[in-house]
């Protein structure tokens, strides 16, 4: 499982309300992802991090931040959710020496 | 910007049988890798096999192999007597030197026993 650890597994939340994903690593690899998986669209690139406080953003980051202030946890931030933000969320790291990504197990968060 | 494109949402293949999974993709860099991954009910996203562009021997792994024809920008899936443990979601996916994975909206498989 690449040592990749998201929290929660599942989260019900209400419209309006902020939520914060966990994003958490074992081996201190500089390159971390969040996506999130909709039917019809793949994944989709929501933020990814190269480094400590070093992120940037992917095509869908309206709605969402993230932090990095250490090597092994990568959040993400929905301000305030809203129902379109109904998904799956997955964190994902490429080690050094690696050109492929690893993926933690997801996150479903649905938005009511 | 670079895309990717997947243009069977379902495939089926009978058990011990030959099925191709499609995929092409849009890019003006000349260095890249390919990527397919397979996403089973458990929603584990597990890498099946990789390219790299800079090489033209298409990469094999077991009973999966590619079909990469980079003037084409076409990146095909092959799999070798199917099993039922291969039914699953197929992505997709790009990357340049940036190694922001760009994926495709994926392919169905359904094995037929």
């Known amino acids: 499982d690449a040592g990749i650890t998201q929290s929660p597994r599942h989260k019900v939340t209400e419209t309006g309300t902020p939520v914060t994903l966990r994003c958490h690593q074992t081996?201190?690899?500089?390159?971390m992802y969040w996506y999130r998986q909709d039917p019809g669209h793949g994944l989709r690139l929501i933020h990814y991090?190269?480094?400590?406080?070093?992120?940037d953003k992917g095509e869908v980051s309206d709605g969402y931040s993230v932090s990095r202030s250490k090597t092994e946890d990568f959040l993400l931030t929905l301000e305030s959710a809203t129902s379109s933000q109904t998904s799956v969320y997955f964190c994902?790291?490429?080690?050094?020496?690696?050109?492929?990504?690893?993926f933690g197990q997801g996150t479903r968060l649905t938005v009511v | 910007a670079q895309t990717v494109t997947q243009s069977q949402p379902e495939m089926s293949v009978q058990e011990a049988e030959t099925v191709t999974l499609s995929c092409t993709y849009d890019?003006?860099?000349?260095?890249?890798?390919l990527f397919w991954y397979k996403q089973p009910p458990s929603r584990q996203m597990i890498l099946v096999i990789r390219?790299?562009?800079?090489?033209?021997q298409n990469a094999t792994e077991n009973r999966f192999s590619v079909n990469f024809q980079k003037a084409a920008k076409s990146f095909s899936l092959k799999i070798s007597d199917s099993q039922l443990g291969d039914a699953a979601m197929y992505f997709c996916?790009?990357?340049?030197?940036?190694?922001?994975?760009?994926f495709g909206t994926g392919t169905r498989l359904k094995v037929l026993a």
């Open positions: 994902a790291i490429r080690p050094g020496g690696h050109t492929e990504a690893f």
């Open positions: 081996e201190n690899h500089r390159y």
């Open positions: 991090s190269y480094g400590v406080k070093d992120t």
């Open positions: 890019t003006s860099e000349s260095d890249y890798y």
């Open positions: 390219q790299e562009a800079y090489k033209q």
């Open positions: 996916a790009f990357a340049s030197g940036t190694y922001k994975y760009i």
